[in-house]
């Protein structure tokens, strides 16, 4: 079965950091874009990160830039979203998902398969 399962999510001070995983299941990630997306209570999916294949490219969201950062280890299947200076703004369900398609934005949706289950990721004092 082909799937995505992140984890890393939970209850985090404003301020503070935390670190997702994605990795996948069933295929290997080795040649395909990943991107990071979020989804706050009552708002639509946003798009937050996106990592080319090799590692090479990253875009990110204006709202993240110079926050958090997208890596990825080929060799363990598994992307990353390091998340330092939390915001309360930053709280929602987090979920990545694989690039298939091509278009004007990474940020659309509808270029992505394979999306994962999501981890919470909540920033209050």
């Known amino acids: 079965q082909l799937q995505l399962v992140e984890s890393g999510g939970g209850l985090v001070q404003p301020g503070g950091s935390l670190r997702l995983s994605c990795a996948a299941s069933?295929?290997?990630?080795?040649?395909?874009?990943i991107g990071w997306f979020r989804q706050a209570p009552g708002k639509e999916r946003e798009g937050v990160s996106c990592?080319?294949?090799?590692?090479?490219?990253?875009n990110y969201a204006d709202s993240v830039k110079g926050r958090f950062t997208i890596s990825r280890d080929n060799a363990k299947n598994t992307v990353y979203l390091q998340m330092n200076s939390l915001k309360p703004e930053d709280t929602a369900v987090y979920y990545c998902?694989?690039?298939?398609?091509?278009?004007?934005?990474?940020?659309?949706?509808?270029?992505?398969?394979?999306w994962g289950q999501g981890t919470q990721v909540t920033v209050s004092s």
């Open positions: 998902a694989v690039r298939r398609r091509y278009g004007t934005s990474w940020m659309n949706l509808n270029q992505y398969d394979y």
């Open positions: 069933g295929f290997t990630l080795d040649y395909d874009a």
């Open positions: 990592i080319s294949s090799s590692g090479g490219s990253t």
